[in-house]
């Protein structure tokens, strides 16, 4: 809760999916939410960091569904702060690149609401890590460019390949539909057929990587039996020799923990740590937001738990 009697926004980066890589500060203005409003690519066990009275919004894109334009996600944020003391813009990754942070920033100041941005980890910078390599090497890459391949209204723009040129590291964010156009602009431009990574759902259970060259790597996504999820470009000599896919793991334990939700968060929290993925069945919580419920109705409903546990 905010120490002012004022309204706070909290626009907060969730980073990659990941709960053990949210920053304390992210953790804690999600603890201190009295309503969120959250992307589609935060995992919901974030969310469960938050008070069980905590009014849970998606504003998220999902495929083959109408969903929240900008405009409308602005006007929400504006409306909750005439009711709620504490509101959290919660986004996918870090919400200065590529998360429209601007038209937020503008439309609270425009309002004269207090408001402070709290950094995630991005998607590139994830990615890396699980690869075990840097954006930037000394000796191979000194500079990058993050990019993004896909454009308003779709329309068709050229990516800047500067950064390629002079031997550095390009980042492409939301690309993989248009990657057969975007690498050939690089196979234009560039005459090296560069390494290529392409991460599916960096960091999370479900991570899948892609390796291949310029040349090669939109073949190697186009046989897949089906797109994995989100997933980020990596193009430059820092993802040399990653020549072989990165398998997925073979068994991931999905578990459901029953119970009080302050007593489970540690347990869910191992089961994070361990390389599983958990969430928290505390629908029998007589205080519990219904918007909550509704949530976990629906997750609880679709996952096939290889475990289910009551509290530690």
């Not at 919660?90 to 100041?109: C, N």
């Not at 068709?156 to 057969?180: C, F, Q, W």
Request: glycine content about 8%; proline content about 5%; overall charge negative.
């Amino acid at each position: 809760m905010s120490l002012t009697n004022a309204p706070q926004v909290y626009l907060v980066g969730a980073g990659p999916g990941n709960p053990l890589l949210l920053s304390k500060k992210a953790e804690r203005c999600i603890q201190r939410a009295d309503v969120i409003l959250y992307d589609q690519l935060v995992n919901p066990f974030i969310l469960q960091l938050s008070s069980p009275q905590t009014e849970w919004i998606h504003v998220g894109k999902t495929p083959y569904t109408t969903y929240m334009r900008q405009d409308e996600i602005n006007a929400l944020m504006i409306e909750k702060t005439k009711t709620h003391q504490t509101v959290v813009r919660l986004k996918g990754g870090d919400p200065a690149i590529f998360g429209r942070l601007a038209d937020e920033v503008d439309i609270l100041k425009a309002h004269h609401i207090s408001f402070e941005v709290v950094p995630g980890i991005t998607a590139a910078s994830a990615a890396m890590s699980q690869l075990h390599r840097g954006l930037t090497e000394r000796g191979v890459a000194r500079n990058i460019t993050f990019t993004t391949g896909h454009f308003k209204d779709n329309e068709e723009s050229s990516i800047d390949i500067t950064t390629l040129k002079n031997g550095g590291t390009l980042a492409i964010y939301m690309g993989v539909k248009r990657l057969p156009k975007l690498m050939q602009e690089v196979q234009n431009e560039v005459e090296d057929d560069l390494p290529v990574a392409v991460i599916f759902n960096a960091t999370c259970v479900n991570q899948q990587v892609i390796a291949g060259h310029v040349s090669t790597i939109t073949d190697k996504i186009a046989a897949l039996p089906e797109r994995p999820g989100p997933g980020i470009t990596i193009v430059g000599h820092v993802v040399r020799d990653i020549l072989e896919e990165v398998p997925v793991l073979s068994q991931v334990d999905y578990v459901c923990i029953k119970g009080k939700r302050s007593n489970c968060m540690e347990q869910a929290m191992d089961i994070y740590e361990a390389g599983g993925w958990a969430i928290i069945d505390d629908r029998e919580a007589l205080t519990l937001h219904p918007t909550q419920v509704e949530l976990l109705d629906v997750l609880i409903e679709k996952t096939s738990f290889t475990h289910v546990l009551g509290e530690a």
